[in-house]
Structure formats: structure tokens, C-alpha cells
């Protein structure tokens, strides 16, 4: 048992250094690349006097900008730390990297296991990057609720929603995604939305 319990920990280990160096990798490559696009693309704006031209270099800018968005939250998950001070507090901040105005309560005080804060973390940080793709509002409220046999999270947003019935096949990967981990470890998932009523999410874990 001791040298399987070796075995795991120099394989997390192991993961732990990949991921490093993956997330070192594109910042270095791919963000510089995008970078080096935006401020080539604005210089292009300035430069030239055809007003379709500088419609063609704002694009290809606004579109650099937004890649660059995406790659700092992919840079982020890879980046297995955060949660050395919380689950909520890796939340949020990985909210506010995002540009979303969180707001986060915390009920009860039991310990969560550590397989299963993964999991919500993971869940968290599609839940809120979902809400920066597709909510059309950036303020978010985050409700954390433990005890001594499970743990709730609660993720909800006001923005335009969207039309969902519980009978009806979960509409995208991301929200699947949620699902599957959650079930995984013999959880429920509840998902509410409606078109102008905003979104929530609902993760009961037992442990």
C-alpha cells in the first residue's frame, strides 16, 4: 500500500510538472504571438487612411484581444495552484481575472475532501467562464455551503439566460462537462436558466 501511495504521488507529481510546463510554453509562444498581433494590428489602424482598411486591422485586433483573453484563462486552469488558500478564494480570483464582479458567501465550516474540491473547482472555473462567454453581465454570485457529510455550490448569474427545460438534453460540452464530474463522484447537478432571468447552477457532492 505504501509503495502505490509513492507510485500516485510521484505520478501527481509528475502531472503537477507537465501542466507547468505547458502553461510556461504558451505564455512564452502562443500569448507573445497574440501580443505581438494586437499591437501589429493596432499600429495598422494608425497607419493607414482607408476606412476599410481600418475596419480589417480593428477586427483582426479585437479578435487578437479576445484570443489573448482566452489563452490567460487556459494559462490559469493549467496552473494546478490557487487552491492553497480555498476553494473560494481561488474562485474569485480567477473571476476577477476574467473581468467578472463576484459576490461570495461561505456557509458552515467542515472540511471538504480533496478529490472533490478538485472537482468543484474545475466546475467553477467552466461555470464561470460560461458566464463571461454567453451571460451578457459580468456580476456573479458564488454561494459555498458544507457539512459534515457534504458540500453545496451554487453559482448563479442575472444576465440573458437561455431556454432550458429539465426534460431537454443539456445544451453545451461545457455544462456536460459539469455534470459528468459532478456525477462522477455521486453528486447531483441542477441546472435553472430562462431567457432574461440569468442562469444558476447547482452542485450537491456527498463525501
Same mark, same amino acid.
Given at each position: 500500500? /505504501?509503495?502505490?501511495? !509513492?507510485?500516485?504521488?510521484?505520478?501527481?507529481?509528475?502531472?503537477?510538472?507537465?501542466?507547468?510546463?505547458?502553461? %510556461?510554453? +504558451?505564455?512564452?509562444?502562443?500569448?507573445?504571438?497574440?501580443?505581438?498581433?494586437?499591437?501589429?494590428?493596432?499600429?495598422?489602424?494608425?497607419?493607414?487612411? &482607408?476606412?476599410?482598411?481600418?475596419?480589417?486591422?480593428?477586427?483582426? #485586433?479585437?479578435?487578437?484581444?479576445?484570443?489573448?483573453?482566452?489563452? %490567460?484563462?487556459?494559462?490559469?486552469?493549467?496552473?494546478?495552484?490557487?487552491?492553497?488558500? =480555498? !476553494?473560494? $478564494?481561488?474562485? %474569485? &480570483?480567477?473571476?476577477?481575472? !476574467? =473581468?467578472?464582479?463576484?459576490?461570495?458567501?461561505?456557509? =458552515?465550516?467542515?472540511?471538504?475532501?480533496?478529490?472533490?474540491?478538485?472537482? +468543484?473547482?474545475?466546475?467553477?472555473?467552466?461555470? !464561470?467562464?460560461?458566464?463571461? /462567454?454567453?451571460? #451578457?453581465?459580468?456580476?456573479?454570485?458564488?454561494?459555498?455551503?458544507? &457539512?459534515?457529510?457534504?458540500?453545496?455550490?451554487?453559482?448563479?448569474?442575472?444576465?440573458?439566460?437561455?431556454?432550458?427545460?429539465?426534460?431537454?438534453?443539456?445544451?453545451?460540452?461545457?455544462?456536460?462537462?459539469?455534470? /459528468? %464530474?459532478?456525477?462522477?463522484?455521486?453528486?447531483?447537478?441542477? +441546472?435553472?436558466? /430562462?431567457?432574461? $432571468?440569468?442562469?444558476?447552477?447547482?452542485?450537491?457532492?456527498?463525501?
Amino acid at each position: 500500500l /505504501k509503495r502505490i501511495k !509513492l507510485t500516485q504521488r510521484e505520478q501527481q507529481t509528475a502531472l503537477v510538472a507537465e501542466r507547468n510546463r505547458l502553461a %510556461r510554453d +504558451l505564455h512564452d509562444s502562443v500569448n507573445q504571438l497574440l501580443f505581438s498581433l494586437s499591437l501589429t494590428a493596432r499600429a495598422g489602424v494608425e497607419m493607414t487612411e &482607408s476606412d476599410d482598411v481600418k475596419q480589417t486591422f480593428t477586427y483582426i #485586433q479585437d479578435m487578437a484581444q479576445e484570443a489573448l483573453g482566452e489563452m %490567460r484563462a487556459l494559462i490559469w486552469q493549467l496552473r494546478p495552484v490557487g487552491l492553497e488558500n =480555498g !476553494l473560494v $478564494s481561488a474562485l %474569485r &480570483s480567477f473571476a476577477e481575472m !476574467l =473581468g467578472l464582479s463576484i459576490e461570495t458567501t461561505v456557509t =458552515g465550516a467542515a472540511m471538504v475532501p480533496g478529490k472533490v474540491e478538485e472537482a +468543484l473547482w474545475r466546475i467553477g472555473q467552466e461555470a !464561470l467562464a460560461n458566464c463571461k /462567454k454567453h451571460s #451578457q453581465t459580468t456580476d456573479v454570485v458564488l454561494h459555498l455551503q458544507t &457539512s459534515k457529510d457534504e458540500v453545496k455550490m451554487t453559482i448563479k448569474d442575472m444576465g440573458c439566460g437561455f431556454h432550458y427545460e429539465e426534460n431537454l438534453e443539456i445544451p453545451s460540452l461545457g455544462l456536460r462537462n459539469m455534470k /459528468k %464530474r459532478t456525477e462522477g463522484l455521486n453528486g447531483t447537478f441542477s +441546472l435553472q436558466s /430562462k431567457p432574461g $432571468s440569468g442562469t444558476e447552477i447547482e452542485i450537491h457532492i456527498p463525501f
